[in-house]
C-alpha cells in the first residue's frame, strides 16, 4: 500500500481561524491533529493534538504545574476562555518546523517511521505541486498494517 | 470538574504483553496511547500513540528517511512482521521517563498543561495508593471542556 491509498479528507484550517475552533473541529472530527494550510490550500504545518491544545494553554500554566494548581476548579474548566479572538496564527510558534509530509507514493513503512520520530499521529499526503491531497491518522495507519498483515 | 469526573477505563499492557498485542488494543479501543503497568497494577509509564508505534520500527528507518524509502511496497507493508515475539518491555527506552500521571482530584487546566508539555494525548489518574484509577484521553478532555464552556 502506498500513502494514497490510505490517505483520508481531513478539515483543515489556516492561520486566521480561531484557534478555539481549530479545536473544536479536531475533537468533532475525532482527529489527533490538524493540518494548518495556506491561502492556496498547502500544507503549512501539520500539529499533532497535544500541539493544538498547546495553544490554548498558557505559557506559564505549561512551563510550570505549581502554578497551574493554584487555579481554582471553577475557573480551571474554563480556561480556554480566556482565547476568545486568538487565532492559530496568534499562537502558532515563530519558529515553525517543516510540515510532516509524505509523497503520495511513500509506503507505510515511511509514513510509521515519520510519525514516531516527529511523535506526530498526523502526517498531511501532498500532491506533486504542493497541495494537500489527504491525510494519515496513527489510527489509520495501524488499521491499515493490521489488513496487511496475516492473522496470528 | 476534576481528573476522577472524566477519567475513564482504559485497557493496558504490562512489559510482557507482545509489542503486537498493544499495537492492536490500541487500535481496536481507538486510543490515543496506551498505559503500561506493573504486576501489581500500578502505571509503569504511559505511551502516546506514536511512542507505542516506536516499539514496532527499527530504530534505523525510524532515523534515516532514506533507509526507509530502500525497502519496497510489499515488504514496507509488513515491516512489524518482524516483530515476532517482542514484547513491550523488549523495546522499552532504558531509561524511562517518570509516568505520566496526575492525582484524582487535579483540574483540567492541570490536566491540559500536562498533556501539552509532555506531548501525551493519555495521561492516567492515580489512587492515593498509586493505583491505577482511569485514563484521560485529549479526546475527552475537549469534549469535557467544551460541555463546561457557554455556546459563543
Redesign the interface.
Known amino acids: ?2 500513502a494514497s491509498d490510505i490517505a483520508a479528507h481531513v478539515p483543515t484550517v489556516t492561520v486566521h481561524d480561531p484557534v ?1 475552533w481549530a ?2 473541529v ?2 468533532v472530527n ?1 482527529l ?1 491533529g490538524m493540518v494548518v494550510v495556506d491561502g492556496s490550500g498547502r500544507p503549512l504545518t501539520v500539529l ?4 493544538v ?2 495553544l ?2 498558557a505559557e506559564s ?3 510550570d ?1 505549581a502554578l ?2 493554584t ?3 471553577a ?7 480566556e482565547l476568545a479572538d486568538l487565532t492559530v496564527g496568534d499562537c502558532l510558534p515563530a519558529k515553525r518546523a517543516k510540515p510532516l509530509t509524505v509523497a503520495a507514493d511513500a ?4 509514513v ?10 498526523l502526517i498531511a499526503v501532498v500532491a506533486p505541486d504542493g497541495s494537500l491531497s489527504g491525510a494519515i491518522t ?2 489509520r ?3 491499515s ?2 489488513v ?2 496475516p492473522e ?1
Chains 1, 2 share one sequence.
Open positions: 500500500m502506498q478555539s479545536l473544536r479536531m475533537a475525532r489527533p499533532p493534538g497535544t500541539q491544545l498547546r490554548a494553554v500554566f505549561q512551563q504545574p497551574a494548581r487555579i481554582d476548579e475557573h480551571a474548566d474554563l480556561f480556554w476562555e509506503t507505510l513503512l515511511e510509521a517511521a515519520l510519525m514516531c520520530r516527529e511523535h506526530s499521529p496513527l489510527e495507519l495501524l488499521t498494517l493490521a496487511s498483515r496470528s
